[in-house]
């Protein structure tokens, strides 16, 4: 028994009476933008994005619908689809947890949601997927926006 073993539904659950089940932005911002980048360098981003995947993939959700208010709901951000087509899907993603408020440092920063966007569309779709982040705050724009490419 171990880390491995935990669910979602466990992740999920927790015990903070006084300070409840949100943490702000920032620490989360802490662990993913420098944290992550400290310990794994340039693979952080791959690795962020195969992580976001298998979580999005193990999603109890069934429709797009229920997975962007699960989206919603985590405050993970507020999705949008812009475009769907038998090829791609574009999403958008305003207030997005990782980027919404960064300065423009020229990158895509995104790679966790990313992943979690092909995870669960390739779940729900029952194809598979490939996200890549198209627009981020941290590349000079007001949102953040996937291309979901369809196989």
Same mark, same amino acid.
């Given at each position: 028994? @171990?880390?491995?073993?935990?669910? /979602? ?10 300070? +409840? ?11 993913? /933008?420098?944290?992550?980048? !400290? ?5 952080? @981003? ?24 699960? =989206?919603?709901?985590? !405050?993970? +951000? ?10 791609? =899907? ?10 919404? +408020? /960064?300065?423009?440092? +020229? ?18 779709? !029952? ?9 981020s705050h941290a590349a000079g724009f007001e949102y953040c926006e996937f291309d979901v490419l369809l196989y």
């Amino acid at each position: 028994m @171990g880390v491995e073993t935990l669910r /979602l539904e466990d992740i999920i659950k927790q015990k903070r009476p006084t300070l +409840g089940g949100e943490v702000p932005v920032p620490v989360f911002r802490l662990l993913r /933008l420098i944290g992550m980048q !400290k310990i794994l360098g340039e693979s952080s @981003g791959p690795t962020l994005y195969l992580v976001g995947k298998e979580i999005g993939s193990s999603l109890d959700v069934s429709t797009v619908e229920d997975f962007a208010k699960f =989206i919603e709901d985590m !405050k993970i +951000g507020i999705p949008r689809i812009l475009k769907l087509s038998g090829e791609k =899907i574009v999403i958008r993603v305003d207030e997005c947890v990782t980027c919404a +408020g /960064l300065p423009n440092i +020229g990158e895509m920063v995104c790679h966790f949601e990313g992943g979690i966007l092909a995870g669960a569309l390739e779940k729900i779709l !029952k194809r598979p997927t490939k996200a890549v982040q198209t627009k981020s705050h941290a590349a000079g724009f007001e949102y953040c926006e996937f291309d979901v490419l369809l196989y």
